[in-house]
C-alpha cells in the first residue's frame, strides 16, 4: 500500500462552522504533513509531525489546529475559517530522517462560504 | 523570499524530443532535491530526487542533474511523450526533525502530439 488517504476530497463550510480534514497512511512512514495549496501556486508548508510530535509549525493561525492521534493518522481541525482559507490541503508523509521523498494524497478541496 | 525559483512557467515541446527544466535554489543548507509532477485536482507525485553528495540521478526518461556551486538543478525527459504534460514543481528539503519541503512555483509542461 503507497497511497495516502485524504478524506473528504471536496469540502464546503461556513465561517462558523467546525469541520475536520481526515489523512490516512500504512506505509509505515513516521513523518505527516500538512501542506496548503492555492491555484496557480506551489504548495506550502503548515505543519510537520514527527514520530506523533508537532515538530514544525509554519506560523499557521490557530484556526488551523492539527492533531496525530497515531502514527497512521493525521487530522486537521478547522474552526472560524475565512473565505481566503479556501484552497487545496494536502497531506503527505515520509519515511523519518534524511533524504527521503514525501508521497502526497489526492487533496481536499477546501470552500469557505 | 522565494527560496527555490523555477524562472519557466511553462514550456512547450514536440513529442518525441527532450524536455529540460530548470531550478535554482537559494538557501546552501538544502541536501535534497526532488521533482513532482502534478497534474490539475491531484495530489503531486513523485518522479525523481537527488542527493546533495551526487551530480546525477537517472530513472528511465527522467534525469536530474545537480550543480551546487550554481545552486541549480534540472530534470531532462527523453524522449518527452503527451501524457507528460503536467506542472512539475522542484522542491528541496532540510531534515529538520521531519523535512521541510519547500517547492518552487512550478513549470508548466505541455507536450505536443
Known amino acids: 500500500d503507497t497511497e495516502v488517504t485524504q478524506t473528504p476530497k471536496h469540502l464546503v463550510m461556513g465561517m462558523t462552522n467546525k469541520k475536520s480534514l481526515k489523512c490516512e497512511q500504512h506505509?509505515?512512514?513516521?513523518?505527516m504533513y500538512w501542506y496548503k495549496q492555492k491555484a496557480k501556486k506551489p504548495p506550502e508548508l503548515m505543519f510537520v509531525?514527527?514520530?506523533?510530535?508537532?515538530?514544525i509549525n509554519e506560523s499557521v493561525p490557530s484556526r488551523f489546529s492539527p492533531e496525530c492521534p497515531n502514527s497512521s493518522l493525521l487530522n486537521l481541525h478547522l474552526h472560524a475559517l475565512q473565505p481566503e482559507d479556501s484552497a487545496l490541503y494536502l497531506c503527505?508523509?515520509?519515511?523519518?530522517?534524511?533524504?527521503?521523498?514525501?508521497?502526497f494524497g489526492q487533496g481536499t478541496r477546501l470552500t469557505v462560504v | 523570499d522565494q527560496q527555490v525559483k523555477q524562472n519557466s512557467p511553462s514550456l512547450s515541446v514536440q513529442e518525441g524530443r527532450i524536455s529540460i527544466l530548470n531550478c535554482d535554489y537559494t538557501n546552501s543548507m538544502f541536501d535534497y532535491f526532488l521533482w513532482y509532477k502534478k497534474y490539475p485536482a491531484e495530489g503531486p507525485t513523485f518522479l525523481i530526487s537527488?542527493?546533495?553528495?551526487?551530480d546525477k540521478n537517472e530513472d528511465g526518461r527522467f534525469t536530474v542533474f545537480l550543480n551546487k556551486s550554481a545552486k541549480h538543478l534540472s530534470l531532462h525527459i527523453v524522449p518527452s511523450q503527451p501524457g507528460d504534460s503536467a506542472v512539475y514543481f522542484c522542491?528541496?528539503?532540510?531534515?529538520?526533525?521531519?523535512?521541510?519541503?519547500?517547492f518552487g512555483p512550478g513549470t508548466r509542461l505541455s507536450v505536443l502530439p
Open positions: 506505509m509505515g512512514h513516521r513523518a
Open positions: 503527505a508523509s515520509s519515511p523519518a530522517g534524511a533524504n527521503t521523498e514525501a508521497f
Open positions: 522542491a528541496a528539503s532540510l531534515d529538520n526533525y521531519g523535512q521541510n519541503f519547500v
Open positions: 537527488i542527493s546533495s553528495i551526487k
Open positions: 509531525y514527527s514520530y506523533e510530535k508537532l515538530s
